[in-house]
T-cell receptor
């Protein structure tokens, strides 16, 4: 089965450090989502892309978060500087708009101390 | 803006019981509705996808229905098993912008 691959699986970092999370979408998928999940907030949509172009990043704190798709095989989510409140699981999902639904990666569990 | 509500938030049933999970939404302009399962500490696993033009989909003991006119979907689980214990989430892909909006989920516990 085709998979969405996220790296790293776990990340512990100190407050103020830069964090980069990576996602390899399934080949041929044209839409990529980034979500954040916490116990308190559930799943929050941070940003999403179609054909590598950002469609909506209104869910991200703009001053510290950035999301990009440098090519069709890689999506990145960066936090700089990181804060303890950023501790969460970050999920990436990919799919074809309107078809077959979306496939989620296993997530990156981020802990900022 | 699409709003998705799942009721109940938590459900505990004895093994073998048939059960229904509910998902309601405010905007019927959707491509599709997808049901996911999430085990503790794990990612989301897709269970069923219903296209906007469809009324239901079945996979094994799972049956999902979609009624756009009333803004509702149900996930029916037959003969529940302890292995079905997980959080179940519904998500809708909007026609405008293709935003994927999730409900808060129903946490299901099936007791042996």
């Amino acid at each position: 089965d085709a998979r969405v691959t996220q790296t790293p699986r776990h990340k512990v970092t100190e407050m103020g450090q830069e964090v980069t999370m990576r996602c390899q979408p399934i080949l041929g998928h044209n839409t990529v989502f980034w979500y954040r999940q916490t116990m308190m907030q559930g799943l929050e949509l941070l940003a999403y892309f179609r054909n590598r172009a950002p469609l909506d990043d209104s869910g991200m704190p703009k001053d510290r978060f950035s999301a990009e798709m440098p090519d069709a095989t890689l999506a990145t989510l960066k936090i700089q500087p990181s804060e303890p409140r950023d501790s969460a699981v970050y999920f990436c999902a990919s799919g074809l708009r309107g078809f077959y639904g979306y496939t989620f990666g296993s997530g990156t569990r981020l802990t900022v101390v | 803006k699409q709003e998705v509500t799942q009721i109940p938030a938590a459900l505990s049933v004895p093994e073998g019981e048939n059960l229904v999970l509910n998902c309601s939404f405010t905007d019927s302009a959707i491509y599709n509705l997808q049901w996911f399962r999430q085990d503790p500490g794990k990612g989301l696993t897709s269970l069923l996808l219903i296209q906007s033009s469809q009324r239901e989909q079945t996979s094994g003991r799972l049956n999902a229905s979609l009624d756009k006119s009333s803004g509702r979907s149900t996930l029916y689980i037959a003969a529940s098993q302890p292995g079905d214990s997980a959080t179940y989430l519904c998500a809708l892909e909007s026609l405008q912008g293709s935003r994927l909006t999730f409900g808060e989920g129903t946490q299901l516990t099936v007791n042996p």
